[in-house]
């Protein structure tokens, strides 16, 4: 086993190549204008703004996104949050849309086939080492540990690990491992995930993390874009490959999460349904969250955008802005309105008399006089009329909204469009 380097040492030699080009369309119309990268958690961030974090509070400074779905969004906070990156420094940070550039009518075809596209510019960053992160998950995590555990093990791929209930592992790639960590067996969103050895009612599934050496994964990746049998996907045929013909090791979440002093467990989060997006957001309300997102040693950047301080006004009864076990963003007014675990984004009007309750408004919305809202998830820009009453009469929301199963609704400016129509 090599003896394994500083955390300095080993971010300098590493890239990371995050692939943010997929929909998300479990999010529905959350993401009909937008990457499920680009959707907007926690009052100010986007969901991708935690691998990227993540990577650069780990030391990583040469970064790609891979994008498609819908891109511009993504693209406009990419540049307008992540673009101090210094050249002059050897840092960088590059927005690789699917551009046609290996073939003229080849978009991305695969996970894989997004780094295959781009060898010729990972090829330029010279370092020993590519991270691959999917943009989409919601987690606190040092990639240097993996980096180094990585090396010292020898493996041709390090996979990021995390057990979760096994029922809910079959939209993930799920994996065996012997008692050294060697992934003996991973099979690809499985209809029936196989149980943890000692725990038959959970599963270990893969994060989407891969660690590579640069130079061996791009002989793998050329040599699978020759495959015509191949679907170009990491979780479907590389990484399934490896296990059976190669070494692929698997590198748990609890080695490398990072807790600040009121966290008690590692946090992951797939917030893939709209059911999944609320629960993640309104549980940052509570008085000890699961996440936190205060923690200075390990921040989360973003688009500072410049906003006016939140203003709450009005103190009369029955007509007092409050917000209790709620958090409120920048450029928010609560005017006279009543807000029980609910979080609002940039620049969300709730005017006078309207009750919210569970609610995750995100930017520019607008809360008209005597609405009544409660577990309801609004996108950005929509402006809720007037006496306006949700989450309380379950027929009349699902004719209305999109209601999950546990009662959750969504409300977008079309729908609010067709009940004033």
């Not at 990491?234 to 490398?256: C, E, M, Q, W, Y």
């Not at 709620?326 to 009007?349: E, P, Q």
């Not at 209601?403 to 400016?413: F, H, M, N, P, S």
Request: negative net charge; contains cysteine.
């Amino acid at each position: 086993m090599a003896k394994t380097r500083s955390a300095e040492v080993m971010s300098r030699e590493a890239v990371a190549f995050v692939l943010a080009g997929g929909r998300g369309s479990r999010l529905l119309e959350l993401t009909d204008k937008r990457a499920k990268p680009a959707v907007h958690f926690g009052g100010k961030s986007r969901i991708i703004d935690f691998a990227l974090s993540n990577a650069l509070n780990s030391g990583i400074r040469n970064i790609g996104v891979a994008t498609q779905y819908k891109a511009h969004s993504l693209i406009r906070h990419l540049q307008r949050g992540w673009s101090f990156f210094r050249a002059e420094r050897n840092e960088s940070l590059d927005i690789l849309p699917a551009s046609q550039r290996v073939n003229e009518r080849q978009w991305y075809l695969g996970t894989a086939d997004a780094v295959t596209q781009n060898i010729d510019i990972i090829e330029s960053y010279r370092k020993k080492y590519i991270i691959i992160l999917a943009g989409d998950h919601i987690y606190k995590q040092d990639y240097t540990h993996m980096l180094r555990e990585h090396e010292a093990t020898g493996a041709q791929v390090t996979v990021g690990c995390i057990a979760v209930p096994r029922m809910e592992a079959t939209g993930f790639g799920v994996m065996e491992v012997d008692e050294n960590d060697r992934i003996i067996d991973f099979v690809e969103k499985p209809a029936d995930p196989p149980p943890m050895p000692g725990d038959p009612d959970s599963a270990l599934a893969s994060m989407g993390i891969y660690v590579f050496e640069t130079d061996f994964l791009i002989d793998l990746l050329r040599r699978d874009a020759e495959n015509k049998d191949s679907s170009h996907d990491f979780g479907k045929d590389l990484i399934p490959d490896l296990v059976r013909n190669g070494t692929a090791r698997a590198h748990p979440f609890s080695r490398s999460c990072v807790m600040s002093g009121s966290e008690s467990k590692p946090y992951w989060r797939d917030v893939g349904t709209v059911a999944a997006f609320w629960q993640a957001n309104i549980d940052l309300t509570d008085f000890t969250p699961e996440l936190d997102l205060y923690d200075h040693d390990w921040p989360i950047w973003t688009y500072g955008e410049i906003t006016p301080p939140a203003k709450f006004i009005h103190n009369e009864e029955g007509r007092r802005g409050e917000a209790v076990n709620s958090m409120v963003s920048g450029g928010c007014i609560v005017s006279g309105s009543r807000l029980r675990r609910s979080l609002l984004f940039t620049n969300v009007h709730c005017h006078s008399y309207s009750e919210l309750n569970g609610v995750v408004a995100l930017p520019e919305v607008e809360v008209a006089r005597n609405a009544r809202l409660t577990n309801v998830v609004i996108d950005r820009g929509v402006k809720i009329p007037e006496g306006l009453v949700v989450g309380e009469d379950l027929d009349d929301d699902e004719r209305r909204f999109r209601r999950t199963d546990g009662g959750v609704c969504l409300i977008t400016k079309a729908m609010i469009a067709r009940l004033e129509a």
